[in-house]
C-alpha cells in the first residue's frame, strides 16, 4: 500500500524562484535563506518519495475571479508552470500522478470533501517555488506531484479545522491506494506577509515561531485559529498558513519535527520551512 511518511511546510515566495532563475542564490541577500534549504534538499534527496501532494493556492494564474474553487485536485498527466506575467518559468513540466489523484478524488468525495477535479490546471509560483526550494534545478523534478489548490485569494476561504480534517481524509485515501509508493505532502503559503493596504510590508516572527513550534507541540491551537487572527496577527497573506493544516492534518498526532529554517525576510514574506515525519 502507499504509505504517507512526511510533511513540509514552506514559504513559496515567487522571489526565491526568480533568485534560483537568475542565479542569485548566492548574493549577500539570497545566501542566508538558501544555506538554510541545503539540508531540506539532503533531506529530500535522501527520502526520495515517489509522490508529493502540494498544497498550494493559485493567485489569479489558473483561475480568475471568474471561477473559483475552494478546493481543487489536478488528476493530469503534466501540469505546464503558469504564465505570471513575466512568461512562465524555465523549469521543468510538472509531471502528475492521474491513478493516486483519481483515487483521491474519489475518496475525498465519498468522504464528503467537495473536491473540483482539474483536467487542467497550469501552476503558479505557489506550486513551482516550493518544488524548487526543495530539489534546486533538476532537468525533470524528480517525483510525480498532486497539485491540491486552495482558496485563500477570495474570502471566504476554507477555515484552518477544514483544511486540517481535509489533512486527515487524504492522509486515509492515501494508505488506502494499492500500490507501493512513498508519499510526502506539501503545505505552501506563508509565513507572515501583507503585500497590500496600509499594512503591506508585516512581519511578525513571534506569531510565526509559535506557528512552528506548536505544529509538534499544540496542533489543537492552530487548528482553532479563526481568519481574523491570521489577518491580524501574520497579515492578509499570512492567512496562506491554512494550507499546513492540510499537511499537518495528514500527518501523525505525535509526527516530530527533523528540520526547520526561519529567516526574515525574503522579498516582503518571513520565510518558514520545517519537516515532520511520521515515527
Ligand atoms: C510574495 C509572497 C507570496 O506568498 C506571494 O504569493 C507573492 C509575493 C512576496 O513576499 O513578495
Ligand atoms: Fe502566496
Redesign the pocket.
Known amino acids: 500500500m502507499a504509505k504517507l511518511f512526511a510533511g513540509v511546510g514552506t ?5 526565491i524562484g526568480a533568485a534560483v532563475d537568475h542565479k542569485k542564490t548566492q548574493t549577500d541577500y539570497w545566501k542566508p535563506l538558501f544555506d538554510g534549504y541545503e539540508p531540506a534538499r539532503e533531506w529530500m534527496q535522501n527520502e526520495a518519495p515517489d509522490v508529493v501532494i502540494i498544497v498550494y493556492n493559485d ?1 489569479a494564474s489558473a483561475f480568475s475571479l471568474e471561477l473559483i474553487p475552494t478546493f481543487a485536485i489536478g488528476v493530469a498527466e503534466r501540469f505546464q508552470p503558469a504564465d505570471e506575467g513575466y512568461g512562465p518559468r524555465k523549469v521543468p513540466v510538472v509531471e502528475g500522478h492521474p491513478e493516486l489523484a483519481w483515487h483521491l478524488a474519489e475518496s475525498l468525495i465519498l468522504d464528503e470533501f467537495d473536491m473540483t477535479i482539474a483536467n487542467e490546471m497550469p501552476v503558479d ?2 506550486l513551482t517555488v516550493p518544488l524548487s526550494i526543495a530539489c534546486g534545478e533538476p532537468d525533470i523534478w524528480p517525483c510525480k506531484v498532486i497539485p491540491l489548490c486552495v482558496n485563500v485569494i477570495q474570502y471566504p476561504s476554507p477555515t484552518g479545522n477544514r483544511c486540517y480534517q481535509l489533512g486527515k481524509a487524504i492522509r486515509k485515501a492515501v494508505e488506502a491506494f494499492p500500490a507501493d509508493l512513498k508519499v510526502a505532502i506539501f503545505g505552501t ?1 506563508g509565513m507572515s ?1 501583507q ?1 497590500q493596504g496600509e499594512r503591506a510590508g508585516l512581519v511578525n516572527a513571534d506569531f510565526d515561531i509559535a506557528f512552528l513550534d506548536d505544529l509538534t507541540r499544540n496542533v489543537d491551537r492552530l487548528v482553532r485559529i479563526p481568519h481574523v487572527e491570521y489577518l491580524r496577527e501574520a497579515g492578509s ?1 499570512g492567512a ?1 498558513l491554512v494550507m499546513w493544516m492540510i499537511m499537518r492534518g495528514a500527518l501523525d498526532d505525535d509526527a516530530r519535527e527533523v528540520y526547520r529554517h526561519f529567516h526574515v525576510p ?4 518571513a520565510a518558514g520551512l520545517i519537516i515532520l515525519e511520521n515515527p
Open positions: 514559504s513559496h515566495v515567487p522571489g493567485h509560483h505557489g503559503g506577509h503585500l497573506e496562506e525574503a522579498s516582503n514574506t
